[in-house]
């Protein structure tokens, strides 16, 4: 029987070179490999009678075996090098290029102009020490009004401003919330900006929009001044806006600050003379701010008696609308990517 094996075996050493001379592509190089290797190959077929042979034979057959596979599958690796080169001849005589045709460049993407702002104002308040505190977007009556002194019939907390849900909650109608939050939640000295999306029932017009973007700063330390406030803002503008940038502060109301103010910046687009921007007055307004009131203090479980702090907010579209003179919010958020593209 060893003989019988040992010629079946040679037989079809034999017949490998014939076999692979007429196979032309890749996918019949792989039929010719499956019928001598695979699990149901010629070689496989006459390996199944081992078992029949004695301890003595087994050794012959196995190392004659192994010659065959060896001398097949090495047939087999130069077959395939040669037919795989000469598909790449193949293509390249078939393929021509023209080396004169324009290329197609990729085209780049850019940041959104409300990213690029930001991005840009987290940058400065970073450099000032600030730290980035984020909160949820669906938040309590008592953290989003309450807890910011806001009274019962203040007009914010009307079902026609304000989106409310079930069970008590609403959609944050400013990023106040995320600073009633950090006071809760941590000891003065505290140093925070608050970057977020704020949902009011707004009608959606030229500069107006149920969603839009804040961003409000908190700090909270011992002696902390009207006078710190004015300094950490001013600082901020002329980051933002350019060193020969100037501040005014006019007195204002708002339920968590007092003393409160809006603070102006003079126009960046005519350095204060007058423009289209700034609507031929000169100034531009950019944020409310003031002491933190102590009522806020105390809520949050700071002592007013102890620390005092400043608090200010600023619309983040308002700042790209007025640092690109777009005149219309709803082009920044329509995707029109020939207008996008110019920032």
């Known amino acids: 029987m060893i003989n019988e094996m040992q010629a079946k075996l040679l037989e079809i050493k034999g017949s490998v070179d014939a076999r692979l001379e007429s196979v032309t592509d890749l996918k019949a190089l792989d039929d010719v490999r499956v019928a001598l290797l695979g699990k149901k190959g010629e070689l496989t077929d006459i390996l199944k009678g081992m078992g029949k042979l004695s301890a003595e034979e087994r050794p012959v057959i196995g190392q004659v075996a192994n010659e065959t596979r060896e001398f097949i599958e090495a047939r087999l690796d130069e077959r395939k090098k040669a037919l795989s080169a000469a598909a790449i001849e193949r293509q390249i005589s078939e393929e021509t290029i023209d080396v004169t045709m324009p290329g197609k460049g990729n085209r780049i993407g850019r940041k959104h102009p409300m990213t690029q702002v930001v991005d840009e104002i987290t940058r400065i308040f970073i450099g000032m020490g600030y730290s980035i505190a984020e909160g949820p977007e669906v938040e309590t009556v008592e953290n989003n009004f309450d807890k910011l002194n806001a009274p019962p019939d203040h007009p914010s907390r009307d079902t026609q401003d304000t989106f409310y849900t079930d069970g008590g909650f609403l959609l944050r109608t400013q990023t106040s919330p995320v600073q009633v939050r950090v006071m809760a939640n941590s000891k003065p000295p505290i140093r925070v900006i608050c970057p977020g999306k704020v949902y009011r029932a707004d009608e959606i017009d030229a500069t107006h929009s149920p969603v839009f973007h804040q961003m409000e700063g908190l700090v909270i330390d011992k002696g902390i001044t009207m006078g710190d406030l004015k300094g950490a803002l001013e600082v901020f503008a002329r980051e933002l806006l350019g060193e020969k ?48 009131h102590p009522n806020v203090l105390r ?22 609308m007025q640092r690109h003179a777009i005149t219309d919010m709803r082009l920044l958020y329509e995707n029109d990517v020939k207008f996008l593209s110019q920032f």
Do not use: Q
């Open 299 to 320: 809520m949050s479980g700071i002592d007013p008696a102890e620390y005092s702090g400043f608090a200010f907010g600023m619309g983040l579209e308002r700042i790209a």
């Open 245 to 292: 940038t100037k501040v005014r502060f006019r007195p204002h109301f708002f339920p968590f600050t007092e003393p409160s103010a809006e603070m102006d910046v003079s126009c960046f687009a005519c350095d204060g003379v007058g423009c289209r921007v700034c609507k031929n007055e000169g100034w531009i307004e950019v944020m409310g701010c003031g002491m933190v």
